[in-house]
């Protein structure tokens, strides 16, 4: 199986993995992420990039489940990783994941589906319906940047995982018609790779608060994405841009 799915992840640059967490887990998570979204709530901003819905970093039981998984995303990809961080989101109707590719601490990424409710299309028989993640691996890191005709869209049921190199892969979602979906977001850095700094999301380990940020471990991310773009500029072009390239 590993091999398999390594030579393919290696050709690819995306994975698709049915039940990379139990449908038993994905409804315990779902349920959690609705008690949340509900008294715990968490919009992104208007500005954000998915503007006031419910959203979360690091999240202690994401990072629970991230930290048990961590050793099954190796042996997939065959590439010996760091976690960075996990995000979750809570979409409803309306929202659109808008072309993007991801930041350095998404190298290596995972978005999974926890569950979702599509009762609202039921009425119209539209008992098909799926709200399909869009990939495009010609696109070298740019957004709209690969050939259309290799646009790829996937069916995703809760506990399955698209894995993908969040910087190469152009990735998006049309516009979502059902009633909510949530997702998590599992991020990762290639231990031997330019951006092997991103580990923790340079916290001192998982499940800490993002504002916890070792500033040293920080720069040397910044550097070494600047290095990657070779765009550097001392104290000026990076910015925090948390949000961004979720
Ligand atoms: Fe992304």
Redesign the pocket.
Known sequence: MSKETIEQFEKDRYLLVKNFISPELSKVMTTYTLHQNRHNHSPENANGQIPHTHSVHGDHLMESVFEHTWSKMEELTGVELWPTYTFYRVYKQGDI?KH???RPA?EI?A?ICLGYDYSNLDAFKKTDYNWQLWVNNTANGQRYGGDPKQDRGYDMQPGDAIIYR?CEVD?WREEFKGVMQSQV?FHYCDRNGPFKDAKFDCRPGLGYPYTSKIPEKAHALKLAEAKYHGEYQAGGKHADEKDK??
Do not use: A, K, Q, Y
Request: aromatic share 16%.
């Open positions: 994941l993007h590719t991801d998404c990424s978005t969040g990735h977001f390239w979720v």
